[in-house]
């Protein structure tokens, strides 16, 4: 089945600065790619997605990047701010399947 | 966009009794719904594929006994934890594809169960 690498599993930062989080797949036949906004007790929010035929979208702060050739994909986060900090989840699924298969996550924490 | 709940929010139960989660689909039928379960600090980790209609699938290592998933219709699941033990204490999370043919998934708010 599919694996997903996620790091850095903490990322502590200065508002302002900017974020990146990698992750890696195994399978091949992903091609979604969501990244989720977990605040502490809530629920997971989808913050952007990408799909396999596109290889960056970008969403006002937020980017996300795609490389099908060396199964990676990473969230790039410009302009932090407090309000970002939370946990961040990277996913990957198949055509067909609504199924995700999650990283680990990754705790932002921006420093006011 | 889709909207999916959960009830309760949170439920504190003491060690062997059973505790029923319902997840339920708001604005437009799910034929399919999942269940995870997340421990602190952790990643959500898929416990089980709920079919209306049919049984429902566990992933491996999953106990179909002690957690049992009843989707009773095209808009409500449920899931229940019998004989709950502290090691079950937990956030648990459905989530339901929307209606539309699309990869994503809708999550409810989740449930926060503590088994004393």
């Known amino acids: 089945g599919e694996n997903v690498e996620q790091h850095p599993s903490t990322l502590s930062v200065q508002e302002g600065d900017s974020a990146v989080i990698k992750c890696t797949y195994s399978?091949?036949?992903?091609?979604?790619f969501p990244w989720y906004k977990q605040e502490l007790g809530k629920r997971p929010q989808l913050i952007i997605d990408?799909?396999?035929?596109?290889g960056e979208k970008k969403d006002q702060r937020i980017a996300v990047t795609l490389n099908k050739t060396a199964k990676h994909f990473s969230l790039h986060i410009t302009e932090t701010q407090p309000e970002d900090s939370a946990v961040y989840f990277c996913?990957?699924?198949?055509?067909?399947?609504?199924?995700?298969?999650f990283g680990r996550g990754t705790s932002l924490i921006v420093h006011p | 966009g889709a909207v999916v709940s959960q009830h309760p929010s949170w439920v504190i139960c003491k060690s062997g009794t059973s505790v029923k989660i319902e997840c339920r689909s708001l604005?437009?039928?799910?034929?399919?719904m999942f269940w995870y379960r997340q421990f602190p600090k952790q990643s959500l980790m898929l416990m089980a594929t709920?079919?209306?209609?049919?049984?429902?699938?566990?992933e491996q290592g999953v106990e179909k006994d002690k957690f049992l998933i009843n989707h009773a219709s095209l808009t409500l699941s449920t899931l229940t934890v019998t004989s709950a033990h502290p090691e079950d204490s937990s956030f648990y999370i459905c989530?339901?594809?929307?209606?539309?043919?699309?990869?994503?998934?809708?999550f409810g708010p989740g449930t926060r169960l503590t088994v004393l």
């Open positions: 990408i799909r396999s035929n596109v």
């Open positions: 604005d437009f039928q799910a034929t399919t």
């Open positions: 709920s079919n209306e209609g049919s049984k429902a699938t566990y």
């Open positions: 989530s339901a594809p929307p209606p539309r043919q699309s990869n994503e998934q809708f």
């Open positions: 399978d091949s036949a992903s091609n979604y």
């Open positions: 996913a990957a699924s198949t055509g067909g399947s609504y199924i995700p298969t």
